[in-house]
């Protein structure tokens, strides 16, 4: 700790017990508490600390906004939460290449809102894309209601800068589409923090579509909403997000954001294309045919761009929106191949029912990446978190067997780290180690997280049920 | 669940764990809060602070502790963070509820607790003695008083220095207003003088008044009434504010108005909360519930019942710069927009970050010079980048901060009353 | 080596035994083999890319074309699970009787397979629009040196858990192992394709013209600049979608040509023959660089002004130029081709002599500079063949 002070400054350093007390939670339910917080300015700062932490052998755990929600940014083995919040300029806007360059601290939404001006936008949008950080997002690889058209962060980020364990800084890529040799800036997204920190982010931009179509579809059951969405998708329209939503979650949505979402719909449809002006039309009246082919008993198009702001910002606070229900929830990121949504959904609900507790469904239909809400209240005992955790288990369990994975954005973080054989083998996880390795041989980038760990995940021996 | 434990709070004023339990830690509230976005730690952070609320329960941190209170006090109060959060949580109300608690909890040096007692109980409470205050400081200000205290370089000067550069360079103290419905009479309403509005900035009493009677409404006038104690809950001094909003409850229950009418909304957002601070007095808590749901801000009054007679033209580029108390406290939006737009022949431009605290906040300068200056430098920037040549308001503390940081910045920009500048349109031609 | 049935199989030399594993299994066993005694291995697919990096001669050359075929098409998912070897011409097909295309269009396209396409990240003009190989590419089943077959990523689009080893794979030249099953995403057959080529006087204009295009509200499939030399500077367009937007896509085109000069006809097969140019590119040297959007216009007329230059290709969507050189004087050549690359670099792209004469293999190295993180790329490459058995000298970076 004197160490630290002495190395960056006292303004830079937080090591009192009240402080470390608030670096201890994100936005999952794991919590653990740093040794010290260090707040860097610039990449110097971060390879200072590097350093310092290499030579002393202490951890290091990068923190954006603390928005995550799988534990990423907790010091599980305890160490320095290394907090970006100060990093979080955007350092150039380069409209000619289609590249911004940012600072890892710069709020997701806020990249969008600058460049704006310039007809462009970033496209990853996380439903926490008010708050998260775009180094959180390079960390988990998010993706967010549009990427089912447009990609996840590792198709949007084409350069890096990385601090190694040892201090060194690295560029990787730039504003090309690729570089040469081995595709280092792709592997590290989604890494979690594991492999380095990322001081500098170099991102696509994309121009702002020119129309778009919001759709509103409300059906008398989740099954009949689960077959629209591969009815649509079979129609050979590939809209540019599909989310689905059940009852518990619009009731929930509608008592905090009042989006206008029917409250006795079984499952509602939010269903957007965009583009060119010319074809939306047809696109629309296609997606609401489909809707009404199965038992839709309400469409409703956006007609201004602020009811469809209304209409998405129910999906974007409806996991914040929970807290009505609930003062607790232990949120899954199950992904499936859509196909098999119906059939999984039964089976979440019927998780929940086994272990006396509601599930709210509120996901990313499109490209079947489930986020079922386990509603729980720790005040009322430790059990409780238990069985929202025994429920979760059983979904991903069988999201896995249907040929998905364990999470499909919030990453695997300490929150999952030990389900990891139920999808991966050793040979699979031996392989994810050896880049680990190469990245981080002494083990000091936020340990704990991604690889089962053998103090936390004894009680947890699983064959893999993946093919 | 174990037995009994004791309880860590020293009163009942405390932050329910109840309230603390809605905030799932989500993060929304982050970057709507100024003094994350200047300090950028969680501690100064909404889910920061409440997460110190937390803690306190579960008997990791005392009441007493020197981190709560910092990082507590360090909170503008603005709200904007309850705009933001998807939970719904009152964040406010927890706020000011541990503020009371930290007031509790710990002892005081003589000078703070003599202070707090000229503050709180002679100087607010008393509109002759705040308007002798105002005019005593006003004198000085013009005498140059501001240089002077600048010169001897001691942090306790400057800070009185700054104090004096809030202030208006003239005041104007109006007797109670009460003004006739002119045409149909369309509604009957009460008027809240505040310490402040009634002591500093008078004449927009008198402006209030004259724009409501324009539009039909008889404005009755209301003895007995007092200052809101609005700054007393923020400080935490919660028993002094009960006991204003009793005196001014019975005051106005004496009145037969429709409404209660506010033109400050720092006011008005304490005076609609008159229920939930006098929760757990049973002989008091059905009436300011009562009483509370008949207050309305000037703005939300006349934007909701609609403009009976049409303003005249007024020129010039305006901006409107919601009060946090407005925004946040009472999510008033539409009605104050939908009033200047009203008045013909203004530009209304936009202005950046309007949602966003201006640093005034009650008695933030006073505790909190160096971040309510950093945040009211964020305000003059936007305002300043706007282009706009008058600044729009409602709230006297948002008028004097917006005011003196643009005249510190030499920007020759106007800070006025939406209710002032409504009467300006008024005695304009069409 | 028992239990492995090893087929000697037209030998190149005398000495290289070939390796045509049945599955997954067996091509693990084949490469511990060679690892435990220390005999080095090629990966051919087709064959299509032997031009690429520097090749010495193996032991061993393991051919992919048993572990081939689509193992799993679920429509409705938008997904393809195909073997290492299967052809994408074969993989094209099955999808066409579905309705559903691979957009991908990689030169070679007749003969490449799957497994080559990845290794070696060979990318065609419909990258802007769809994404390259490496956003299509959501898992993979790879044979690693030590005998293992390591999966990465999976069956659903979406997937963070773990390392995106599928990238890593991209581009890797089979450095790090055989990649035996890949799993792509797919999509549907647009109803309408169409397309226009115009001539323009300028490259400034050609260029500029290009820019709006790919910025335009309707997305085109294809934008692509050549010039060859003799001639205009040419611009390819094309658009694939509903009818409404594909018309309305090439009515922005036509117009932002009009306004700059150019003259648009219709497209014939011309994207193709821009697609295979280093299929033709036999002789002199053929430069990849991949650059900044904005760096493109002024690469491109750097390019044409040099001694060897013989044709330009420049996917204007994406960044990724081609250009061929050819001279009498090979060390022109030489010299062109380094500061192509270097030029490259110094915009802040990248760059590689993707193919040479074949008498100009040992003195034009395929990459005259190094990324930046290339020691991290040999810890890798150790990491993954620690006896180093994998395409030596393949790659300058591993």
Redesign the interface.
């Known amino acids: 700790m004197r160490g630290l002070v002495a190395l960056l400054g006292p303004t830079k350093v937080?090591g009192?017990h009240?402080?470390l007390?608030?670096?201890e939670?994100?936005?999952a339910v794991d919590t653990a508490t740093p040794d010290a917080?260090v707040?860097p300015e610039s990449t110097a700062d971060v390879a200072a600390l590097a350093r310092f932490c290499h030579e002393h052998a202490v951890p290091i755990v990068p923190r954006g906004?603390?928005?995550g929600l799988s534990g990423g940014a907790i010091p599980v083995e305890g160490g320095v939460v290394v907090?970006f919040?100060?990093m979080?300029r955007i350092l150039e806007i380069?409209v000619?290449?289609?590249?911004a360059v940012v600072q890892p601290g710069v709020?997701n939404l806020?990249l969008s809102t600058a460049v704006a001006p310039h007809?462009l936008y970033f496209v990853p949008d996380p439903s926490?894309q008010?708050?998260?950080t775009l180094g959180g997002n390079v960390a988990?690889?998010s993706?967010g209601p549009h990427?089912l058209a447009y990609?996840?962060t590792?198709?949007h980020v084409t350069g890096i800068e990385i601090v190694l364990s040892d201090g060194t800084v690295?560029?990787?890529g730039?504003?090309?589409?690729?570089?040469?040799?081995?595709?280092?800036v792709?592997?590290s997204?989604?890494?979690e923090g594991t492999l380095g920190l990322v001081t500098e982010i170099t991102v696509k931009l994309t121009?702002l579509?020119?129309?778009k179509r919001t759709l509103m579809a409300a059906f008398p059951t989740m099954d009949e909403a689960s077959e629209t969405v591969?009815a649509i998708?079979?129609a050979?329209?590939?809209p540019s997000a599909i989310e689905m939503m059940d009852q518990l979650a619009t009731q929930a949505v509608e008592?905090?954001?009042h989006a206008g979402y029917p409250l006795d719909a079984g499952g509602i449809l939010l269903v957007e294309v965009d583009?060119?002006?010319?074809?939306l039309e047809?696109?629309r009246a296609r997606i609401e045919e489909i809707c009404r082919a199965h038992a839709a008993s309400e469409v409703r198009v956006a007609t201004s761009a602020l009811e469809r702001e209304r209409l998405w910002a129910g999906r974007k606070?409806?996991?914040?929106?929970?807290?009505?229900l609930s003062?607790?929830?232990y949120v899954q990121d199950g992904?499936?191949?859509?196909?098999r949504l119906p059939d999984i959904l039964r089976l979440v609900k019927d998780a929940g029912t086994r272990h006396g507790l509601q599930v709210a469904n509120v996901f990313?239909a499109g490209?079947?990446?489930l986020h079922p809400l386990i509603l729980f209240d720790s005040?009322r005992?430790p059990d409780e978190l238990e069985r929202a955790k025994a429920a979760g288990l059983e979904i991903l369990t069988a999201c896995v067997e249907a040929?998905?994975?364990?999470?499909?954005?919030?990453?695997?973080g300490m929150e999952?780290n030990c389900f990891?054989p139920l999808?991966?083998?050793s040979?699979?996880?031996?392989?994810?180690r050896?880049?680990?390795?190469?990245?981080d041989p002494p083990g000091l980038m936020n340990p704990g997280k991604?690889f089962p760990t053998p103090s936390r995940c004894r009680e947890f021996a699983f064959a893999s049920t993946?093919r | 669940m174990s037995g009994p434990v004791p309880m860590p709070y020293p009163n009942a004023d405390a932050p329910t764990q109840e309230m603390i339990a809605a905030c799932v830690h989500c993060g929304f509230c982050l970057p709507t809060c100024p003094t994350y976005a200047i300090l950028g730690v969680e501690m100064d952070s909404p889910r920061g602070r409440i997460r110190l609320m937390k803690t306190v329960w579960e008997h990791r941190l005392g009441a007493d502790s020197p981190g709560l209170e910092d990082h507590i006090s360090k909170c503008l109060d603005c709200r904007a963070c309850e705009t933001a959060c998807p939970s719904g949580v009152e964040y406010g109300k927890l706020v000011e509820g541990t503020r009371s608690q930290i007031v509790a909890a710990r002892s005081r040096s003589p000078i703070e607790r003599v202070v707090r007692v000229a503050a709180f109980d002679w100087l607010l409470p008393h509109r002759q003695l705040l308007g002798g205050f105002a005019a005593f400081s006003i004198a000085a200000k013009r005498l140059g008083l501001g240089t002077l205290l600048r010169a001897t370089r001691l942090g306790l000067a400057r800070r009185m220095a700054d104090l004096l550069d809030l202030l208006p360079d003239r005041a104007s103290s109006a007797p109670l207003a009460a003004a006739p419905a002119i045409g149909e009479r369309r509604g009957r309403v009460a008027m809240l003088q505040g310490c402040v509005m009634g002591s500093v900035f008078g004449e927009t009493n008198a402006a209030t008044a004259r724009v409501l009677s324009r539009n039909g409404v008889e404005v009755i006038a209301t003895v007995g009434q007092t200052c809101c104690g609005a700054l007393h809950a923020h400080a935490g001094e919660r028993e002094r504010a009960r006991e204003l909003a009793r005196r001014n409850i019975a005051a106005f229950e004496r009145s037969a108005a429709d409404a209660v009418i506010v033109n400050a909304a720092g006011c008005g957002a304490a005076m609609k909360e008159y229920g939930w601070l006098l929760k757990d007095d049973p002989a008091w808590s059905a009436r300011a519930s009562a009483f509370a749901a008949k207050v309305r801000d000037a703005t939300e009054y006349l934007g909701d019942l609609g403009m009976s007679e049409k303003p005249g033209a007024l020129r010039g580029r305006v901006a409107w710069d919601d009060p946090c108390h407005l925004l946040h406290g009472q999510k008033i939006k539409e009605q104050p927009r939908a009033l200047l737009a009203a008045i013909p022949g203004l530009d209304v431009v936009p202005l950046a970050e309007a949602d966003w605290c201006c640093g005034s906040a009650g008695t933030y300068n006073v505790t909190e010079p160096d971040l309510a200056r950093s945040i009211l430098e964020r305000k003059v920037a936007n305002i300043v980048r706007s282009g706009a040549e008058t600044v729009v308001t409602a709230n006297p503390g948002c008028l004097m901060q917006i005011q003196s940081g643009l005249r510190q910045a030499g920007a020759n920009v106007r800070v006025v009353h939406l209710l002032d500048l409504l009467d300006e349109a008024y005695r304009s031609p069409r | 080596m028992p239990g492995i049935r090893l087929r000697v199989d037209r030998p190149v030399t005398a000495t290289v035994v070939r390796s045509i594993p049945a599955d997954a299994a067996e091509c693990a066993r084949v490469l511990a083999d060679a690892t435990a005694d220390r005999r080095t291995v090629r990966i051919t697919g087709s064959g299509t890319k032997s031009y690429i990096g520097d090749i010495s001669a193996t032991d061993i050359e393991l051919a992919t074309e048993r572990i081939a075929g689509v193992i799993d098409h679920v429509p409705a998912d938008l997904t393809v699970t195909v073997g290492g070897g299967a052809r994408i011409a074969d993989v094209a097909a099955t999808l066409a009787r579905a309705g559903q295309f691979l957009p991908l269009d990689p030169p070679h396209a007749d003969e490449a397979t799957v497994g080559g396409v990845i290794a070696a990240n060979s990318n065609g003009f419909w990258r802007a629009r769809y994404g390259g190989v490496r956003d299509l590419l959501i898992g993979t089943r790879t044979a690693l040196a030590d005998g293992t077959v390591a999966r990465a990523g999976g069956l659903v689009v979406k997937n963070v858990a773990g390392y995106d080893l599928d990238k890593l794979l991209v581009g890797s030249f089979g450095t790090l192992g055989v990649i035996v099953e890949a799993t792509l995403k797919v999509l549907p057959l647009p109803e309408k394709t169409d397309g226009l080529i115009a001539r323009f006087a300028s490259p400034g204009d050609a260029f500029a013209a290009a820019d709006t295009v790919v910025r335009a509200a309707a997305r085109v499939e294809a934008c692509v600049v050549q010039r060859l030399a003799e001639g205009a500077w040419q611009l390819a367009v094309q658009a694939r979608g509903g009818g409404p937007t594909v018309e309305r896509a090439l009515r922005d085109a036509r117009r932002e040509i009009t306004a700059r000069h150019g003259d648009a006809t219709a497209l014939g097969d011309d994207l193709g023959r821009m697609r295979e140019l280093p299929a033709r590119a036999i002789d002199g040297a053929l430069v990849r660089v991949s650059l900044p959007l904005a760096a493109s216009v002024a690469f491109a007329e750097n390019a044409v002004r040099i001694d060897s230059f013989a044709a330009l290709v420049v996917d204007a969507a994406s960044g990724i130029a081609r250009v061929h050189l050819v001279n009498d004087d090979d060390d022109a050549v030489i010299r062109d081709a380094e500061a192509l690359v270097l030029s490259a670099r110094m915009v802040g792209g990248a760059g590689r002599i993707e193919r040479r004469a074949e008498h100009l293999r040992s003195r034009l190295p395929t990459w005259p500079t190094r990324p930046n993180g290339d020691f991290l790329m040999r810890r890798i490459k150790d990491a993954f063949d620690p006896a180093g058995i994998l395409e030596p000298g393949r790659s300058a970076f591993a």
């Open positions: 937080l009192a009240d402080d007390l608030l670096y939670y994100d936005g917080v707040l906004a603390g928005t907090s919040a100060r979080a380069d000619s290449s289609l590249r709020i806020h007809g926490s008010k708050a998260c988990e690889n993706g990427t990609g996840v590792t198709n690295v560029r990787l730039g504003k090309a589409v690729e570089d040469e040799g081995y595709d280092l792709g592997s997204v989604g890494s121009p579509p020119e129309d591969s998708i079979a050979g329209v590939v008592a905090s954001v583009g060119a002006r010319d074809g047809d696109a606070g409806a996991f914040a929106a929970m807290g009505r003062p607790d929830y992904v499936i191949p859509r196909t990313h490209d079947g990446n005040r005992g040929g998905g994975s364990i999470t499909g954005e919030h990453g695997v999952k990891m999808q991966f083998q040979s699979d996880l031996a392989a994810m050896r880049l680990k390795d190469a990245f991604i993946a």
